[in-house]
């Protein structure tokens, strides 16, 4: 576990909070299709909520925890979502409680041998696991050959981590029997500005400005500028998910 990268997301929070996209909801149809009961769902390691919003819009309850206190602070909130401050592994909730879990964009930072128990103990029978996350994002084929640039000053300061994420969560040790997952992507439509917001809300991208300064990405702003002309016009941008998922035995 990358302290250094996962301290990171204590900056910013605001930011996070408006420039991450929200998940489609084809991913969470699927997710109402699966599980037995819409009672209670655990949204693990919920940063700023964005799964947790949309969960609670089909299950009776929400818990929504995270380790970082800022990102909470930042959460949308909702009648029914309970925000709590703790680690994955060390979760406060009974056992057999929740008929959902769900990590997004999270679990490639988890201690996967202390929270894989956890997990188990906290889902009910025939509960489902399920953890997403999104890859390298596409906009038009100058933008991509721009964003190559950005890629390049910032890859030093990416954690090991995210390898686990890049692999598609292939190599977590998931210890439960699984499921088919469908084929889902993020499509958002940006301006310039949210581009580059989302770029900055990266882990790799704050320790590059952090140890180096703001200008070193400069001229990486300057190509991506370029690739997208007028900063106003909207363009499609597409993310597709890697989703792993697993279903307790009865």
Request: hydrophobic share 40%.
């Amino acid at each position: 576990m990358d302290m250094r990268a996962i301290a990171t997301f204590d900056l910013q929070s605001d930011q996070y909070a408006r420039y991450r996209p929200c998940y489609p909801d084809s991913l969470f149809r699927w997710l109402n299709a699966v599980v037995a009961g819409h009672d209670r769902v655990w949204d693990c390691a919920t940063g700023t909520g964005q799964a947790a919003v949309q969960l609670s819009r089909s299950f009776a309850r929400v818990d929504a925890s995270d380790i970082n206190h800022s990102q909470l602070q930042a959460a949308e909130s909702a009648g029914n979502i309970f925000y709590l401050e703790c680690a994955a592994e060390h979760p406060p909730f009974g056992d057999e409680v929740f008929d959902l879990v769900t990590v997004a964009q999270s679990l490639h930072w988890f201690d996967h041998p202390r929270f894989w128990p956890q997990l188990e103990r906290v889902l009910k029978p025939s509960g489902v696991f399920a953890a997403w996350g999104y890859d390298w994002f596409h906009v038009t084929p100058q933008v991509d050959d721009a964003m190559r640039f950005f890629r390049a000053v910032i890859e030093p300061f990416w954690s090991s981590c995210s390898q686990l994420l890049w692999d598609g969560y292939r190599d977590v040790g998931l210890p439960l029997p699984p499921l088919e997952t469908p084929q889902c992507q993020i499509l958002m439509d940006w301006n310039f500005e949210q581009l580059l917001g989302y770029l900055h809300t990266w882990s790799a991208t704050k320790l590059c400005v952090q140890s180096l300064g703001n200008h070193v990405l400069n001229d990486a702003r300057q190509r991506l500028a370029r690739g997208w002309g007028d900063p106003t016009i909207v363009r499609r941008v597409s993310m597709p998910l890697h989703i792993i998922a697993g279903r307790k035995p009865a």
